[in-house]
């Protein structure tokens, strides 16, 4: 019986990665497209005014961030358990306390961040009016946003990864209309952008509501806030609050602060550098939100062996799904570029070639932390964790002063992201979900020996190729993916998991 409910969570997690990476290959194809497009239209430094304006609104929202980590784990908790009454209950306590929270911080916003748009940014005089403009239509799409994600939520769940899939290819065709509707009329670019892109997030906040209301019965609000719910949800997330906090600080807070001290073409950079990573951690990030619901789930069914064993084959082939995209692209980063965008702004390359070695070191953090998260146990991890974050915003900040280079932030980022994964969560996971030692160092040697011998005929094809020809482009990612998947195949998978594999492969070529 425990294997056949194995199995079944085994294709669950296999067919929700695929309809995970159906959604994410189409939406980063359309996305980087019409990103290339958008900074076209509006130009480099209306771009990088937007992306500042946006920065102070995510920065404004990071106790969404801290009550969204705190919302799904305990529907997810409760829906693992299996008491659909209980779950009606939590379900509408968790939607109310996001209206109160969307609310306040729609009222806090607007009196802050207009004066920081007006006293501290640097925008060129005659694009204040824009910039204001635009801010004020991002705060309508955060306080919306706020308020969807206990919708977000169950659907994640109830693992139904599919209607992500399609509806995200509705947002992206939605947000490929607008690179054609922005060149219509005489109307401001910047104030256009604003607006489209808020009637786009209310479309898509509408459908997904509607699908939640008729497929889960717990999705019908009902005005019942349980003061015990919120307590343990409040106590949760105190310490996702101080996470969120640091991220918020080490993310938008850096942004800001860079244009503080450089012009909106700065901070376009460092943005497209984001949105290329961020691209690339969809790959991950897609997997991990189909296997982490199973994960919480044997946990709260007290299968903590279970859990433990998917958290760590996890973590091991998040790894190199992440390697066999960094690679290429950390040899390929400049030709990939000017194939996406065109004309480079300056720092481009620098920023997204740092950023990219960053996100290796992420896949520990983000991977380790979903153990700490199914326990329920984050005071020593939001504490030491969030340190980490918090102390970007001042460095750069002096270093800025000091006339340091801009790329000095991803330096700085680079380190200070890195010791979570690598360092904190491993520590916590011994102490905290009685992991051991020889676990958690089996996990990093494995990706180490990949790391080593799968680099080495890569860094050879780039001596003898042109990366900046087709050929010789081509040539260097055919090496780096065919290195990588053999380097894995027999170095990072034990006899079992390869054997399974190699069964698997002579039956689909037999059909």
């Known amino acids: 019986m425990t294997n056949n409910s194995e199995t ?11 309809f995970l990476y159906f959604r994410m290959l189409l939406t980063m194809a359309i996305t980087l497209y019409t990103s290339r497009v958008i900074l076209d239209v509006l ?4 771009y990088g005014i937007y992306q500042s304006v946006c920065g102070i609104v995510i920065f404004l929202s ?3 961030s801290a009550l969204a980590t705190g919302s799904s784990r305990f529907i997810t908790f409760e829906l693992g358990k299996k008491v ?14 996001h209206i109160i929270l969307a609310v306040g911080i729609f009222i806090f916003g607007e009196g802050i961040g207009l004066w920081f748009i007006k006293n501290k940014l640097i925008i060129p005089p005659e694009r204040i009016p824009a910039a204001i403009f635009a801010f004020h239509f991002s705060m309508l799409t955060a306080l919306f946003t706020i308020t969807q994600v206990p919708y977000n939520s169950l659907i994640i769940a109830h693992e139904q990864m599919d209607v992500y899939a399609y509806v995200s290819i509705l947002e992206v065709v939605l947000k490929l209309t607008i690179v054609y509707v922005l060149k219509l009329g005489n109307f401001d670019r910047l104030e256009f952008y604003s607006v489209l892109l808020f009637s786009i997030t209310m479309i898509i906040l509408l459908i997904y509501r509607l699908y939640c209301r008729l497929k889960f ?33 080490a993310n938008q807070g850096v942004t800001v602060v860079t244009n503080m001290f450089f012009a909106p073409a700065i901070v376009a950079a460092r943005s497209l550098a984001l949105q290329a990573n961020d691209a690339i951690n969809k790959f991950i990030s897609n997997f991990r939100t189909a296997v982490n619901p199973q994960i919480v789930k044997k946990y709260a069914s007290t299968d903590y062996e279970g859990s433990k064993k998917l958290l760590l084959d996890s973590t091991r082939f998040s790894y190199y799904l992440m390697w066999i995209i960094v690679l290429p692209l950390s040899l390929l980063t400049k030709p990939v570029l000017k194939l996406w965008l065109g004309n480079i702004p300056e720092y481009t390359v620098i920023f997204l070639k740092i950023i990219i070695v960053q996100s290796l070191f992420q896949v520990f953090d983000s991977s380790f932390y979903t153990a700490l998260y199914a326990k329920g146990q984050l005071r020593e991890n939001a504490i030491w964790s969030s340190l980490c974050g918090f102390l970007q915003l001042p460095v750069v900040y002096v270093l800025f002063k000091m006339n340091f280079s801009p790329v000095c932030l991803s330096w700085v980022s680079l380190v200070c992201s890195s010791i979570p994964g690598i360092l904190i969560k491993p520590i916590l996971l011994c102490r905290i979900v009685n992991y051991s030692k020889e676990e958690i160092l089996n996990i990093f040697w494995s990706c180490i020996k990949v790391t080593v011998f799968s680099i080495i005929m890569p860094l050879v094809s780039s001596f003898f190729f042109n990366n900046e020809t087709v050929f010789g482009f081509i040539m260097i990612f055919l090496v780096s993916i065919l290195s990588v998947l053999t380097t894995v195949y027999f170095i ?8 399974v594999i190699t069964k698997r492969v002579f039956h689909i070529l037999r059909k």
């Not at 079944?8 to 695929?18: D, E, P, Q, V, Y």
């Not at 209980?86 to 939607?95: A, K, Y």
């Not at 999705?219 to 996702?240: E, N, P, Q, T, Y």
């Not at 990072?492 to 054997?499: A, E, H, I, W």
Request: no cysteine; glycine share 2%; hydrophobic share 45%.
């Open 8 to 18: 079944a969570n085994n294709k669950r997690i296999a067919k929700n990665t695929l």
């Open 43 to 46: 130009g480099v430094d209306d």
């Open 62 to 64: 990071f106790l969404n």
């Open 84 to 97: 659909e009454q209980q779950l009606s209950v939590v379900f509408s306590t968790i939607l109310i306390i």
């Open 217 to 249: 019965s717990e999705a019908k609000f009902h005005l019942k806030f349980d003061r015990k719910i919120f307590k343990s949800i409040a106590a949760f997330s105190s310490w996702s609050l101080l996470s969120s906090a640091s991220i918020a600080v």
């Open 492 to 499: 990072g998978l034990d006899k079992v998991t390869r054997s």
